[in-house]
Structure formats: C-alpha cells, structure tokens
C-alpha cells in the first residue's frame, strides 16, 4: 500500500533554479565577460604600440644605412671644428627623397592608403653626429625617431658609427 504525503517539495526535489542561483550565474558571467573585453582592449593597445615602435626601428634603421651608403644625401657639420663630444645636427639635403620610406607595396583602396601615410607621417626623425675624441677617424650618428602615443612622445634611437672617410667631398 502507498503512503500519501501531502508535504510540499523540497527544494532538493525541485527541477528548476531559484531566482537567487540565477542572479549568482548572470554576475560570475558578466565579471568574466568584463575581463575578456578588458584583455581584449588591452592587447589592441599594446599591438599598436608594438606597430609604432616597430616602424621607428625600422625607420632609425634605414636612415642609418642611408647615411653609410650615400652620405651626399646629407648636410653634415664640418668635422674640423667640431669640438670632442658635442652633438651637431645632421639635415638632410635636397638630394634626399622625402617619400622614401614608403614601401613599394602599398593597399590600393584609396581609404586604407591615406591611413597608411597618415600614419607613417606621424613619425619624426633627427640625426646628430658626434665626433668622439680628437683622433678618432669615425663619427658617432644618433638618429631618433619622434611620435606620440596615448598623450606622451615618445623616441626610439638608434646609434651607429660612420668612418671619416665615408663623408670625403661631402657638403
């Protein structure tokens, strides 16, 4: 013979979640989701800055090899009077292609080009040389490349040496 109960059920004999359990779920999911996006974020932050630093290197890199192989391409201090240590400018002539840094390859939708010019013309550069010591038959170049990012400039230099005799007859 069956016994009849006539109790409610118990929450352990329930199919279903209470409003509690349910509130629980929504607030674990909603600080797990705030986490990924914030990671997310982040690593687009920090792929860019990796993208600007990437392209000053190279940038302080193809200046220096510019001036070892064609040095006339530049205006340099006369070495002569150039004390020991002291920083001088180097410019760059009328020799020198102001669009070189464009590669040869670039996106043909006009939209995609202008971002890219655009954002290699956010970079700046300056070179020095520096003479350092009174026998020394090379020059010291400093080139630093100049751009800002997250409201602070920031500088990439890139240091090199270049034989005296590379600058012979040069202006």
Same mark, same amino acid.
């Given at each position: +013979?069956?016994?009849?109960? %006539?109790?409610p059920?118990?929450?352990?004999?329930?199919?279903?979640?209470?409003?509690?359990? +349910?509130?629980?779920?929504?607030? =674990?999911a909603? =600080?797990?989701?705030?986490?990924?996006?914030?990671?997310?974020?982040?690593?687009l932050?920090?792929?860019?800055?990796? @993208?600007?630093?990437s392209?000053?290197?190279?940038?302080?890199?193809?200046?220096l090899? @510019? +001036?070892? @192989?064609?040095?006339?391409e530049? *205006?340099?201090?006369d070495?002569?009077r150039?004390?020991?240590?002291?920083h *001088?400018?180097v410019?760059a002539s %009328?020799?020198?292609?102001?669009?070189a840094?464009?590669?040869?390859?670039?996106?043909? *939708?006009d939209?995609?080009?202008?971002?890219?010019?655009?954002?290699?013309?956010?970079?700046?550069?300056?070179?020095?040389?520096?003479?350092?010591?009174? %026998?020394?038959?090379? *020059?010291?170049?400093?080139v630093?490349v100049?751009?800002?990012?997250?409201?602070?400039?920031? =500088?990439?230099?890139?240091?090199?040496?270049?034989? =005296?005799? @590379?600058?012979?007859?040069?202006p």
């Open positions: +013979m069956k016994r009849r109960t %006539d109790r059920r118990t929450r352990a004999n329930s199919p279903g979640f209470t409003l509690v359990e +349910m509130l629980g779920a929504l607030a =674990v909603a =600080v797990a989701a705030f986490i990924v996006i914030s990671l997310f974020s982040w690593s932050v920090l792929g860019q800055e990796s @993208r600007r630093q392209m000053a290197a190279g940038m302080a890199s193809e200046l090899t @510019r +001036m070892h @192989r064609a040095p006339d530049f *205006v340099w201090p070495l002569d150039l004390s020991v240590g002291e *001088v400018p410019e %009328d020799a020198f292609e102001a669009d840094g464009l590669p040869a390859a670039m996106p043909t *939708v939209r995609l080009r202008d971002a890219e010019i655009a954002f290699r013309e956010a970079f700046q550069w300056e070179a020095f040389a520096r003479r350092p010591g009174e %026998d020394a038959n090379y *020059v010291e170049l400093t630093a100049h751009w800002e990012a997250q409201g602070r400039e920031r =500088v990439y230099t890139l240091t090199s040496a270049l034989p =005296v005799q @590379r600058l012979g007859d040069s």
